[in-house]
């Protein structure tokens, strides 16, 4: 149970701060955006209940993360050492700062309960909650990387920790954003309140930006010190990720600052009701995945400290660089003859079968996505309407997958199916990205077909964002960590498109035109572009 | 919507990252040092940060991937580890860590080396 294990405790961070954004964001913004003590406020109850509940149900929600953090650690020290780590894990920081935090996390859950939810409009009590999470946020000092740094330890967990405050805020008020429009859509708020809120979050959502900024930069830079540990390692590689989708993330922050000063000055609600909350419910995507990265830059070596190890412009330039596709596989005996020298630890032989196995999987996936994305562009010309069932190329691919991707487990290798699942983080996250994709051809054809479902489209992008997700995170665990970078780096280029590939298609089913002809280009050009990557894709040989 | 949200739950929790190593060995004394043939002795290794040795194991691999455990002592300097080898013959091994960071990664790392006599 290793792989599982290893797996859900490198998927616990992103959980964990996307939690404390919806405490630590929620707070602020009900002292700094809402303020409901402030006389000649229309807020009504339904609206401060909605804004508490959320608060209360993150606190509850960060309680039960935060144990969970603690016990998946002692699952994972158990399966990977296979002894117990008592009683040495309870004087480890990890177990007193988490379990601190933890208990802190309940008692504001217990205090909101029993009063702020009674008393939504009290400055006292949003204070004290306010109070009662410093700190907590300064627990989280010692579980993040500073904390283990041998040098500027305190400055680097300050810098850390200061930036999550920033990034809380901004997630954390994206949610209240979000809550507040489904109350405005259901007409249970005051119309004028949904453009007041906005306008002054938009403020406090600048100010957030530009302390991530002042924190990240100093962080980036004493991570990272140079050009080649920016482009050419796995912490720079996913830096640059998390600052494209920032970047992504606020040209729609950029979209909604424009619309709210519209209506400002000529009163009209319509951009504002019609294409702003699809912004907003794409930034609040981008911002996730944002979230998850930042927890997965966490796992990673700063570049700095392994110069030795990190690739060269160059090389990472040729992992894209344009070359014929493979079109013949090695065969399956020769793949199999090939493992034990590959994985061996001492004499270990590259093996030049798995190498070519992997990179005819890649290549035949971006033939796949290439024409895919050609028909995808060929339906929206009427003459051409049967092409609208393109995404049955995702099945069809997902069953490619199935097979090819982890050969040396069933169907087509010795190992069984749930012992290779479980105890390979690879192979699990192979056999999920398969799922994945198969559910995400089915569930679209479906929808395509039943055009009067008014949920179903949805389905295929989300599956495409998370799918995306896992591509960011695509692990291809070894102890060749240049290898396996310049393996990453292609991946996560793709999880970028990925990303955009769902959001461009989620305002395609949203917006009105122009806008969602726009949004559907650019979601077919990001598929075909995921295509492309994968059709030039070439594994390093180790 | 309801499915919807149940997709997107499971979805969130499946959205998987990367396991990486964080505590890394910045700097081994094998490089200048080599091991010495038929002798026990002792490999320095620096980590780029503090390390739990209470929850971490190290082990020696040899030919066949057959490995053992080997002790390992806090060094002088902060993030410095002592490995105690065997005495080893003429080969190459590997040393395989499991490295608990005080930040709470667990990572492993390999380190290959080869014993020869002096003068190979």
């Known amino acids: ?542 | 919507m309801s499915y919807l949200k149940f997709i997107f739950f499971i979805l969130f929790l499946l959205a998987s990252f990367s396991t990486h190593s964080h505590a890394v060995v910045t700097h081994n004394s094998l490089k200048l040092k080599p091991v010495p043939l038929n002798l026990a002795s002792q490999v320095e290794l620096s980590f780029n940060s503090k390390v739990e040795l209470d929850l971490s194991e190290v082990f020696l691999v040899r030919s066949g991937d057959k490995m053992e455990v080997i002790t390992a002592t806090p060094g002088t300097k902060p993030g410095q580890v002592i490995l105690s080898l065997p005495a080893l013959p003429e080969g190459e091994y590997a040393i395989k860590l499991k490295i608990f960071a005080a930040d709470g990664h667990l990572s492993e790392d390999l380190l290959r080396f080869f014993v020869r006599k002096t003068g190979q």
Request: aromatic residues 14%.
């Open chain 1, 1 to 542: 149970m290793e792989g599982i294990a290893n797996y859900l405790d490198s998927l616990i961070g992103g959980i964990d701060l996307t939690f404390y954004s919806i405490v630590v964001g929620g707070l602020i913004w009900g002292l700094l955006v809402l303020r409901p003590w402030q006389d000649g406020t229309h807020y009504n109850n339904t609206l401060l209940n909605n804004t508490v509940n959320l608060i209360h149900f993150g606190s509850k929600a960060l309680t039960i993360t935060q144990i969970t953090q603690i016990g998946l650690k002692i699952w994972l020290m158990v399966a990977t050492l296979g002894k117990s780590p008592f009683p040495a894990f309870f004087n480890t920081v990890q177990f007193q700062a988490g379990l601190l935090r933890a208990s802190l996390a309940f008692v504001l859950a217990v205090f909101i309960r029993q009063f702020l939810k009674s008393n939504t409009r009290s400055k006292l009590y949003w204070q004290i909650s306010t109070l009662i999470i410093l700190p907590l946020v300064i627990s989280g000092g010692w579980l993040v990387h500073g904390a283990s740094r041998l040098e500027d330890r305190e400055f680097l967990m300050t810098l850390t920790v200061t930036h999550q405050i920033a990034a809380a805020i901004w997630v954390g008020g994206i949610f209240q954003l979000l809550s507040i429009w489904r109350l405005k859509k259901h007409n249970s708020i005051a119309i004028e309140l949904w453009p007041l809120l906005l306008k002054r979050f938009s403020l406090l959502g600048i100010a957030a930006v530009l302390i991530l900024l002042a924190t990240g930069t100093p962080l980036a830079w004493y991570n990272i010190a140079s050009f080649k540990g920016l482009v050419g390692a796995g912490y720079g590689n996913l830096l640059m990720v998390k600052v494209i989708m920032m970047c992504l993330a606020l040209g729609f922050a950029y979209l909604n600052r424009q619309a709210v000063n519209s209506y400002f000055e000529n009163r009209s609600l319509y951009v504002l009701t019609t294409r702003v909350p699809y912004y907003i419910e794409v930034e609040t995507l981008i911002l996730l995945t944002i979230l998850f990265t930042a927890a997965s830059l966490a796992s990673q070596p700063p570049a700095v400290d392994i110069p030795h190890l990190t690739a060269s412009f160059e090389e990472v330039l040729n992992m894209f660089a344009p070359r014929m596709p493979r079109w013949e596989s090695p065969t399956h005996e020769a793949l199999i003859a090939g493992e034990a020298g590959r994985v061996a630890i001492v004499g270990q032989i590259p093996s030049e079968a798995a190498t070519a196995w992997s990179d005819y999987n890649h290549n035949i996936a971006g033939i796949f996505l290439t024409t895919m994305s050609f028909f995808a562009m060929l339906s929206y010309f009427p003459r051409f309407s049967w092409a609208k069932y393109w995404p049955i190329g995702f099945m069809a691919l997902g069953i490619f997958l199935f097979f090819r991707s982890d050969a040396e487990s069933w169907p087509l290798g010795p190992l069984g199916f749930w012992e290779s699942t479980f105890n390979n983080g690879e192979i699990l996250q192979h056999r999920i990205a398969t799922f994945l994709v198969f559910g995400l051809g089915l569930l679209e054809v479906r929808a395509r077909i039943n055009g009067h479902n008014q949920a179903l489209p949805y389905a295929f992008p989300i599956l495409a964002a998370f799918g995306g997700m896992m591509l960011l995170a695509h692990s291809h665990v070894g102890f060749e960590p240049k290898s396996a970078f310049l393996i990453q780096v292609g991946h996560t280029m793709m999880g970028v498109f990925s990303l955009i590939l769902a959001c461009g298609r989620w305002l395609e089913l949203k917006l009105d035109s122009p806008g969602k002809n726009v949004a559907g280009f650019i979601s077919v050009f990001a598929l075909f572009q995921i295509g492309v990557i994968l059709m030039f894709y070439r594994e390093p040989l180790y």
